[in-house]
């Protein structure tokens, strides 16, 4: 039923110990279902964005950074390209960094291309920001690793390479 039902649970015996709670939609039916739940006292504080809009402030931090020439925040943004999490936000920080330091960017994200354990869609948008750079050092290793891409890779990449006469040529 879609009334909201009141729960109290007294966590006093659980106090000190880590405890999970797992809260399941009991509806078997095939149309839209939902569950809700809070006003959960004495736990963690939840975030104040969605893992989606923290995601999405910094791939904007990260563009707005390299439209600013921030130097400064160079580092941060090839550790944020090179850690593993989310795939848009380490393709946002691979081209901030590219627009704040080309060379730091083909050496970090250059040798990335080619390794299976990075996700495809990561090098993907790694390969197009090297060929954007529209250098033989950036195209370097986006030709070295074209030929193990996916079909669906290689097109994406083919893209940009053929935008100018240097990169179509090469």
């Keep these: ?40 006292d004495g736990g963690p504080p939840l975030p104040t ?25 160079a580092p941060q943004l090839r550790a944020l390209a090179l850690q593993a999490g989310d795939p848009d936000v380490r393709a946002a920080a691979g081209k901030g960094l590219a627009g704040l330091d080309a060379a730091d960017a083909i050496a970090a994200l250059g040798p990335l291309l080619a390794d299976p354990s990075q996700p495809l869609g990561v090098r993907e948008q790694f390969g197009i920001t090297l060929t954007e750079l529209n250098s033989p050092a950036g195209r370097s290793p ?5 030929k193990g891409m996916p079909y669906r890779v290689q097109q994406r990449w083919a893209v940009p390479l053929c935008a100018t006469r240097d990169g179509a040529d090469s």
């Design 49 to 73: 964005a969605s893992p989606r809009a923290q995601a999405e402030r910094t791939a904007g931090a990260a563009d707005l950074a390299a439209r600013l020439g921030m130097l400064e925040v």
């Design 1 to 40: 039923n879609d009334v909201a039902q009141r729960i109290v649970w007294d966590t006093a015996p659980e106090q000190g110990r880590e405890v999970y709670l797992e809260f399941t939609d009991a509806d078997n039916g095939d149309a839209y279902a939902w569950i809700a739940f809070g006003d959960i």
């Design 142 to 146: 986006v030709l070295a690793a074209l």
